[in-house]
């Protein structure tokens, strides 16, 4: 069994092209969280990970 975790930063620029007949809404829509891809622009996030693995030697 393997243990494994990490901490880091993100920086992510998000741009839209060859959008067709884009419609502005002011209704807030449902999202759930994390809701960092929806928004044009660039953002810095915080990245955590933890995982385990699990293997067989024969």
Do not use: W
């Amino acid at each position: 069994m393997d243990l494994y975790g990490g901490i880091g930063v993100a920086k992510r620029i998000i741009t839209y092209t060859d959008v067709v007949n884009p419609v502005k809404s002011t209704e807030q829509m449902f999202v759930e969280f994390p809701s960092y891809n929806l928004v044009e622009g660039e953002s810095v996030i915080l990245h955590l990970t933890l995982g385990m693995k699990i293997g067989l030697r024969f």
